[in-house]
């Protein structure tokens, strides 16, 4: 297979994988079938295969195939790591939260208010701190390749907030109503429209501490794991 279509490809499946099968009611029919366990197995390898495959066709896309579009202003560069920080703490954050958005955690619904921490801040805090990284990393590179990857991140983490919120008030009904009126997809907007409030100290510095040791580890590393540095940004 060519070059470019391959990325195009592996793009296009982890795309139906996230927006076409996670966050519909394929996902039910899958289920019903094959069982919760089996099917989160299976989409867990499919999505980290799919991440895999996209990750070669980038990395290994010829310079003679890949057009460029614009370069980044020399400053750019600066935004880099309190950009990369403020994203990956996110991510950090929302995959140690609990959080009834979080695959199997719908129960959270029933014990109580799980509108705590960063879920005070955004009901989908893992999301949106990949979608701050994936929109830097598009306008910091102007080339097709970049775009293509970078933009298929940027489409799967806008719009799959809404895909989760739809299949969690399909499953979970009356029980989701208060929890998603209280807060929202896009950080501190519930806060200011008065329907939560920010607790900082819910959030807990050891979560922070290792949002930030993650940062930590992909600037060190991210050379050695992308062929580019991380001050290159």
């Not at 019903?32 to 980290?48: I, R, W």
């Not at 579009?69 to 929302?94: H, M, T």
Request: one cysteine or more.
């Amino acid at each position: 297979m060519a070059a470019v279509p391959e990325l195009i490809a592996a793009c296009a499946t982890f795309i139906a994988l996230h927006l076409l099968i996670s966050g519909t009611a394929v996902r039910g029919a899958v289920t019903a079938t094959v069982g919760e366990g089996p099917y989160l197995a299976l989409f867990s390898l499919a999505s980290l295969g799919s991440m895999v495959w996209m990750s070669s066709a980038y990395a290994g896309l010829p310079p003679s195939e890949n057009a460029f579009f614009w370069a980044a202003p020399d400053a750019w560069v600066w935004l880099g790591p309190p950009v990369n920080l403020i994203a990956l703490v996110l991510v950090f954050l929302g995959v140690t939260t609990p959080n009834p958005t979080l695959a199997q955690m719908e129960f959270l619904l029933e014990r109580g208010d799980p509108a705590k921490g960063i879920v005070r801040v955004s009901r989908h805090p893992m999301l949106m701190g990949l979608l701050l990284w994936s929109l830097y990393h598009l306008a910091a590179n102007g080339d097709a390749a970049s775009l293509t990857f970078f933009g298929t991140f940027a489409l799967t983490t806008a719009l799959g907030p809404r895909a989760i919120d739809a299949k969690r008030a399909r499953k979970m009904g009356d029980a989701w109503v208060p929890f998603a009126r209280k807060t929202s997809i896009i950080p501190f907007v519930a806060i200011a429209q008065g329907r939560n409030r920010f607790v900082p100290s819910e959030i807990g510095g050891a979560r922070v501490a290792g949002g930030v040791l993650l940062f930590a580890g992909f600037f060190l590393a991210h050379g050695w794991l992308f062929g580019v540095p991380a001050t290159n940004w």
